[in-house]
C-alpha cells in the first residue's frame, strides 16, 4: 500500500509521555477526517501500547519508546510503537486476557484491548532486543453534507 503522510517520534519511557502519545497521533490522525469515536479507539490503543513499553519493557529503568505513524491509501492509518526493552518470551500467551507480568495491579488486558479497538495488530518481539506492536485502522470515508 502506498504511503501518503508519515511522522515518526522517539520519547523516554516516562509515563508523563503516554498523554504526549495520544495527542501525537489524534493530531496526526485528524487529517484522515475521524469520527470521535475512531479517534478515541486510536488513542485508547495507542495508550495501551505505550503503557506497556513503560510498565513491562522498561520495568525498572527508563529507555527509548518510538512511535511510528502512517497514512497510507484508502484511508488506512498504521500506528507503529516499538521499544528496545527486555522482550516478551511468550508472545501469544502475553496476548490472551488476563495474563499479565506487571503484578497484582495491572489487567492484563493492554493486547486484548489494542486489538479490539483497532482493525488488525501484529506484535513482533525478541527477548533482550525488545518488541515492536503495529496496528492498522481504516477509516471510512464519509460523504459530506450538502
Do not use: W
Not at 522517539?10 to 490522525?29: D, H, K, M, T, W
Not at 489494542?114 to 525488545?130: C, H, L, N, P, Y
Amino acid at each position: 500500500m502506498k504511503e501518503l503522510n508519515s511522522v515518526r517520534f522517539e520519547f523516554p519511557s516516562l509515563s508523563a509521555n503516554e498523554g504526549f502519545a495520544r495527542g501525537a497521533v489524534a493530531c496526526f490522525a485528524a487529517q484522515l477526517d475521524m469520527t470521535l469515536t475512531e479517534l478515541g479507539d486510536v488513542k485508547t490503543a495507542v495508550s495501551e501500547a505505550v503503557t506497556n513499553c513503560i510498565v513491562h519493557a522498561y520495568p525498572d529503568s527508563v529507555g527509548p519508546i518510538l512511535l511510528r505513524l502512517r497514512i497510507l491509501e484508502g484511508g488506512e492509518l498504521e500506528i507503529q510503537v516499538k521499544d528496545k526493552g527486555r522482550g516478551i518470551e511468550d508472545v501469544e500467551r502475553a496476548r490472551q486476557p488476563l495474563f499479565t507480568t506487571g503484578g497484582d495491579d495491572r489487567g492484563g488486558m493492554g493486547f486484548t484491548i489494542m486489538e479490539s479497538f483497532t482493525d488488525s495488530m501484529k506484535v513482533r518481539s525478541r527477548v533482550g532486543a525488545g518488541t515492536t506492536v503495529t496496528m492498522r485502522k481504516r477509516v471510512e470515508k464519509r460523504r459530506k453534507a450538502r
